[in-house]
């Protein structure tokens, strides 16, 4: 069932059960007022009626001594007129209550009322036939005997009257349960209007349309709902964009994978097809076997770079605490060597800080960064290795003077498999992963990389470090000194 029918039908209910209730005690309340109106009248008749009874059977208890049922007769007939009573019917009971004489039939032979012996005068409702009645009785006392009065007054007109009311009251109802169903489905369909609303939005979000929002302004709870439902959407926008872009890197990487594996795989099987089954000389055999050996490294250094994504993503590191300057003293040992080989220069300038890092990784990571900056440089330039403090962290940066990235592929480097110049990377038996690998460690340091570059003029590439806590939890001070030096 719809909301805004549930809301008519409910409402409808509780007004029609309501309007019911108050009808019914309306009416009721009428009726019992009609009817004691009724009564009072009766009674005042009835005394009228037992007054004179009682005078004519006095006078004839004294002329005659005694009453026949004739006598009686007549005087329960001049009294009735006497009252103007024309056209009600009495009874009149002895002591015993038993019927002596009547005006009309229809009196029992005996009086059913016992409590007329406590009481002066009672009455209740009947029904004869189509008729309705008041019946009154009470007891008139003369001399030394007692007799008992009925008298029954038509009652019609009361329970015509109720009827009337009743008629008049169901078609109250039934017009004022029309005009509540009429109010209550236009009023209901507007309130629900926000309702609907965020139907449909859910349902566009559920065909795929993840940037759709719910225009609802009320300031209701279900304004709220729409702010609520809102935020969700955006968040679940961003996640669907997020898993979006996961499986296009993820697409990308398995694309990626598969060719560079069948590239050197393919030098491999050809070069080794041709050792195995042509008679090449020297040359070209020693030609042949370079090219095996060079794929070979390529797919060496694949596997492990592979092996160094796993790793990066399933385990936890525990950050040590070490000095700046000795840390990447060890980065500047390994890698001058290289680079003095390709005729470049390294330029240091590193504030001593206390630092937390995981060794192995870190200096994975700036070595990384360093041979990079020497494969995009030409022999006869400058590669800076700085070290400096940077807010609360501190802050490591390489920077070379090569060929620099295209600004639309800056936010591609740290892909896997992605490389700016792919001949040249293959040149060098990369694979396109370490910076996706350089990008996890410095996360694992609570960072990223960041990359700044201009073509023809170079680039820089920075992370941060964490800074260790004293056990106040501040910073530990400025420059302390290496014990070890």
Not at 366 to 385: C, H, M, Q, W
Not at 412 to 424: L, N, Q
């Amino acid at each position: 069932m719809r909301f805004a029918l549930k809301i008519s039908v409910c409402t409808v209910l509780i007004v029609a059960v309501l309007f019911a209730a108050f009808g019914h005690a309306l009416i009721a309340r009428s009726f019992s007022a009609a009817l004691s109106f009724r009564v009072r009248e009766a009674e005042a008749a009835y005394s009228a009626m037992a007054s004179s009874l009682e005078a004519e059977i006095s006078v004839l208890n004294v002329y005659y001594q005694s009453t026949t049922p004739r006598m009686l007769q007549e005087v329960l007939d001049r009294s009735t007129r006497s009252a103007n009573l024309s056209g009600v019917s009495c009874a009149l009971y002895d002591e015993g209550r038993r019927l002596l004489v009547a005006t009309a039939d229809g009196f029992k032979d005996r009086l059913a009322y016992q409590e007329l012996t406590e009481r002066r005068f009672v009455y209740s409702l009947i029904r004869s036939g189509d008729s309705s009645l008041l019946d009154t009785a009470g007891c008139v006392p003369i001399g030394m005997d007692r007799y008992f009065l009925s008298v029954r007054f038509p009652a019609d007109d009361l329970f015509a009257a109720r009827r009337g009311e009743v008629a008049v009251f169901v078609s109250l109802h039934l017009i004022t349960v029309a005009v509540c169903i009429g109010a209550m489905l236009l009023i209901s369909y507007f309130v629900s209007g926000p309702v609907r609303t965020l139907t449909r939005a859910t349902k566009q979000i559920e065909e795929g349309q993840y940037d759709v929002r719910a225009d609802v302004k009320s300031l209701d709870e279900i304004g709220d709902l729409a702010i609520s439902f809102n935020a969700m959407a955006e968040s679940i926008e961003q996640k669907v964009s997020t898993l979006e872009g996961y499986a296009k890197q993820q697409k990308d990487f398995v694309a990626n994978f598969s060719h560079e594996l069948k590239t050197p795989m393919t030098s491999i099987i050809g070069y080794a097809d041709m050792l195995r089954s042509a008679e090449l000389d020297e040359e070209d055999a020693f030609m042949a076997s370079n090219f095996i050996f060079s794929e070979g490294k390529r797919l060496e250094a694949l596997s492990l770079k592979l092996m160094d994504l796993v790793v990066l993503d399933k385990n936890e590191f525990e950050l040590t605490r070490g000095y700046a300057r000795r840390v990447l003293g060890h980065v500047i040992a390994v890698v001058t060597p290289m680079l003095e080989q390709h005729g470049l220069t390294l330029q240091t300038s590193i504030e001593q800080y206390q630092i937390l890092y995981e060794k192995d990784l870190l200096l994975t990571l700036i070595t990384n960064l360093i041979d990079n900056a020497r494969k995009a440089s030409e022999p006869g330039k400058v590669i800076e290795l700085t070290g400096r403090k940077q807010d609360s962290r501190y802050r490591i940066t390489v920077r070379d003077h090569g060929i620099g990235i295209p600004e639309e592929e800056l936010n591609r480097i740290t892909e896997a498999f992605f490389m700016v110049d792919k001949s040249r990377a293959r040149a060098q038996h990369g694979a396109g992963l370490g910076l996706a690998i350089g990008n996890k460690i410095a996360q694992l340091h609570g960072s990223e990389l960041h990359f700044e570059s201009k073509v023809g003029e170079g680039t820089s590439v920075w992370f941060d470090l964490p800074l260790p806590k004293d056990k106040r939890g501040k910073e530990a001070s400025h420059e302390e000194v290496d014990p070890q030096g």
